[in-house]
């Protein structure tokens, strides 16, 4: 079974710019979560959607936005780009009805901006 | 939100020592869960408990879930190379995941 596939996997961009990230679930889950990882605030929780909708929200600016498609895939977008948004930004997957926490994270899409 | 604290933030041990890590929130959670990520790849699901003063085990892995609600710890026993990485702790709010800072954790052969 493939897991969580997550492209592009590196990118550059420069401040004022906008990006799109792509989410690719395993098979059969229809959850997907978004989280931002940097050296100084850790693993962050960014949205996750759930059958198209929105489920739940970080606390991040409106720049951050997503959504899901119908086939349970999944983007999310930063726009205006900031030097702060240089990140690991990693998307989980999980089943419906699955014990709580248990997400399966894909290797994450690395983004730098310049 | 809620505070969680987990410690130590590095460890560095030689291989075939024991490690012992833990975490600390705020409020009482039903749910802690303890996370590795190895450089290059995202978490990976440790370990889940979901009840007070449960003990869980996944091979040379221990978990408690603290009698409290508010602690938990992962021992690692005879450590290996391979078991270089970060280790997170997490609690669930609903849907989301907040995670700890994180354990780094070196193995010398």
């Known amino acids: 079974k493939a897991g969580v596939t997550q492209t592009p996997r590196y990118l550059i961009k420069t401040r004022g710019q906008q990006v799109t990230l792509s989410c690719s679930p395993i098979?059969?889950?229809?959850?997907v979560s978004w989280y931002q990882q940097t050296p100084g605030q850790g693993l962050q929780f960014l949205f996750e959607?759930?059958?198209?909708?929105?489920?739940n929200k970080g606390n991040f600016p409106g720049r951050f936005s997503g959504r899901q498609f119908s086939n349970s895939r999944s983007e999310m977008n930063v726009s205006t780009l900031e030097l702060g948004d240089s990140a690991l930004y990693l998307c989980?997957?999980?089943?419906?009805?699955?014990?709580?926490?248990?997400?399966?994270f894909g290797e994450g899409s690395r983004l730098t901006v310049l | 939100g809620q505070q969680l604290n987990q410690s130590p933030q590095s460890m560095f041990i030689q291989e075939g020592e024991d490690v012992s890590m833990n975490c600390t929130s705020s409020s009482i959670f039903n749910t802690w869960l303890w996370y590795k990520q190895d450089p290059g790849e995202g978490p990976v699901l440790l370990i889940a408990l979901y009840k007070a003063g449960e003990l869980t085990s996944n091979g040379r892995l221990t978990a408690q879930f603290g009698i409290t609600r508010k602690d938990s710890f992962l021992n690692i026993s005879a450590s290996i190379p391979s078991d270089v990485g970060i280790y997170f702790c997490?609690?669930?709010?609903?849907?989301?995941?907040?995670f700890g800072e994180g354990t780094q954790l070196t193995v010398n052969p």
């Open positions: 959607y759930f059958s198209e909708t929105q489920r």
């Open positions: 098979s059969g889950h229809r959850s």
């Open positions: 997490a609690l669930t709010s609903g849907s989301r995941l907040t």
């Open positions: 989980a997957s999980s089943p419906a009805g699955t014990l709580a926490g248990e997400l399966f």
